[in-house]
């Protein structure tokens, strides 16, 4: 198999409606729902393929940290566990930050803590 040249690459990548850049990034943080990736100085490329964007990270110092997301809960819901569960606003409350705002759970641990 004979090499290809930067050159013979680029006009194939053409030819297919491929087109490939660099851009230069500080950092790069990838949020999953449990935690948070950082890249600190990665190498950034970007290819461009049918109007759609594929960015492709590589190298870098990575470091992980757990997420720190605060859930907002809204007071119906808090008076709504509060009611059924028969539990005070801040016992219902409680339980709806420890289940992630899920008002079935929240009502069936406050329910099961009452038995």
Do not use: C, W
Not at 1 to 23: T, V
Not at 28 to 53: F, H, M, N, S, T
Not at 85 to 100: D, H
């Amino acid at each position: 198999m004979r090499k290809i040249s930067p050159r013979e690459a680029r006009r194939m990548m053409q030819r297919m409606g491929l087109s490939m850049s660099s851009i230069e990034v500080e950092e790069a943080i990838l949020r999953a729902k449990d935690r948070e990736i950082i890249i600190e100085r990665p190498d950034v490329a970007v290819l461009e393929v049918q109007g759609q964007k594929i960015f492709q990270i590589s190298g870098g110092k990575i470091r992980e940290k757990p997420s720190e997301r605060k859930i907002t809960i809204p007071d119906e819901d808090v008076h709504l566990v509060a009611q059924q569960a028969n539990v005070s606003l801040e016992e219902a409350r409680a339980a709806l930050e420890q289940t992630g705002g899920d008002l079935a759970q929240a009502i069936l641990l406050l329910s099961q803590k009452q038995l």
